[in-house]
């Protein structure tokens, strides 16, 4: 990666762990796009759009959204390259292999440049969904998320382990405390 542009960056980890927090922050830093395949189905289903409206009735149980809708989503943003064209963050997506299969071929020479997986003790996370007011976390749809975090998107970690793009870092503490883990983690992957 070089200095001209931001990372290509993945964020992993179990709800609640904070990734919407840390993602947003660093897009700001490096002055790209953060794409949350969660905010943008939050955001279709409240404009009416079908595929949001479709993509709720799943995220509603807690079930993931399928493959082919979450992939049509964001192979529509990486069509236009002048939304990633200096780098991103993406949050909430991968989160299975498949998905993580697409995301190679729909980035094509854009390769990725890291993939942090934010390690937060399940305790932690139970006790910050609690606090958080979105629909969908309720005790059944929180219970129902860890699950398909452990049996879907914890093989990633491995996945991305072997490709050696994968760097983990501690989630708990202050947020700033956090975000300087995650800027110290891609630091070692900028060049100059
Ligand atoms: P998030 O905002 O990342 O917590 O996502 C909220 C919900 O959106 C999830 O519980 C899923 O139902 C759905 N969702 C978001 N991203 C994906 C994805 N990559 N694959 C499947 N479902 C997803």
Sequence with gaps: ?????????????????????????????????????????????????????????????????????????????????????????LDGFPRTETQAVELDRILGSRTLDLVLNMEVPTEIVMARLASRKREDDTEEGIRRRLELYET??????????????????????EEDEIFGRMLAAIETRLTY
């Design 1 to 89: 990666m070089n200095s001209t542009r931001g990372p290509r960056l993945v964020l992993i980890g179990k709800q609640g762990a904070g990734k919407g927090t840390q993602a947003k922050r660093i897009a700001e830093r490096f002055h790209m796009q953060h794409l949350s395949t969660g905010q943008l189905f939050r955001d279709s289903a409240a404009a009416g759009i079908d595929a949001g409206l479709k993509a709720k009735k799943f995220m509603d149980r807690g079930d993931f959204v399928p493959d082919e809708i979450v992939i049509d989503v964001v192979e529509e943003r990486f069509a236009n390259p002048k939304e990633v064209e200096h780098g991103f963050v």
């Design 152 to 173: 879907e998107t914890k093989p990633l970690v491995d996945f991305y382990d072997c490709l050696g793009l994968l760097v983990t870092v501690n989630g708990v503490g």
